[in-house]
Structure formats: C-alpha cells, structure tokens
C-alpha cells in the first residue's frame, strides 16, 4: 500500500466521522498526523476524496468547499476552480485572507 492511499484512506475516514462540520487544511493536518509542510497535498486529496464519495454513494455524500474569503473587506473567492488559499484579494489587496474549509456533506 503506497502512502498516498493511507491519507487518503485517513482523510475520508475523519470527514465521514465527523458530517456538517468545517475544517481548514491545518485543522485536517492535524487531525490526520500530518506535519504543516505536507498539508498543502490535502488540497489535492480532498479533490480525490470527494470524487470517490460521491461516485460509491450515487451522488448522495461529498465534500464541499466554503471559499476563502478577504477578511479585511468580506471578497469571497467563489469562482475558484481548484481549492487554494488565495494569497492576496483582487478587490483590496489585503494579504489577510481566510482559507477555505471543508465539510462533508450528506443528502438525505
Ligand atoms: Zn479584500
């Protein structure tokens, strides 16, 4: 087993456990035992876990992402293609920027 599938195996595991509630990429590093060099890949695993929750339950559960926004003027970042941390907001500039979270959803 590589371990690339271990956290993933990980991360699904702990959003499953865990439906409804949001978490950033340091609060899912953290959970999952990951050092804060190696979270940035939880981008990319989330992307993947998602796809394969939603494909094994017919659509029913998937993780969502609440976009980053500005905190110094309330941007939000809607229109991202791919989960990130925007480093800086086009509309005021300011570097203070929340990342996005993360929340499994179940449809009943
Ligand atoms: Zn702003």
């Known amino acids: 087993m590589s371990g690339e599938e271990t956290v993933r ?3 699904a595991n702990f959003l499953l456990q865990h439906p409804g509630e ?3 990429l ?3 590093a953290y959970a999952l035992g ?3 060099s190696e979270s940035k890949r939880l981008y990319e695993d989330l992307v993947h876990v998602s796809k394969t929750l939603w494909r094994k339950t017919d659509g029913k559960v998937y993780v969502a992402m609440v976009p980053p926004v ?3 003027c309330g941007y939000v970042f809607k229109d991202l293609k791919r989960p990130r941390r925007p480093s800086r907001c086009p509309r005021c500039k300011s570097e ?3 990342g996005p979270l993360f929340v499994l959803v179940e449809k009943k």
């Open 9 to 11: 195996e990980k991360l």
């Open 22 to 24: 949001e978490f950033s």
């Open 26 to 28: 340091e609060d899912l």
């Open 34 to 36: 990951l050092k804060r």
């Open 70 to 72: 500005c905190l110094s």
């Open 96 to 98: 203070r920027i929340r």
